[in-house]
């Protein structure tokens, strides 16, 4: 059951940091194209919330698919609660985990366990940074339209 857990640690910070660096590169392209002020402001927050939202389905996705790996190639104890062992279930799971959600209706054995762990923490990190995100670019879009953030009275000059 332990046998995999140096495993586990491994691949749970290649995970951490290649989920980063794919919603770092994300945040980035938003941010240019939030400088360049070429769309209206209600593009832009479709935009960045697509964006946003294609970077966290993403690091989903690709936690589901390691999990389905370590699973069915490397030998890791499969996840208890799945119906017919199924990719999408994987997914979901990893969707459960990332959020924090934790159902309850499907979970980890062994090594599995560890990655879980980290995922959440890693899911919370990058949600944190979504909304700080989200913060500060809503606050620079309300600038450039010439209207102050938490402030009732003002209107666009």
Known sequence: MNENIPEAIL???????ITTAIFYEILCIVLKVIAKRELRTRPLMF????AIFSAHTIAVWIYGFVYWELVHSFGFEPLSGIEHDNFFGYIYFSAATYSSLGIGDVFPHGALQFITGVQVLNGLMLIGWSVMFTYFAVQKLWEIHGIRAFDPGSKKE
């Open 11 to 17: 691949i749970s910070i290649l995970l951490v940091l």
């Open 47 to 50: 935009f960045l919330v697509v």
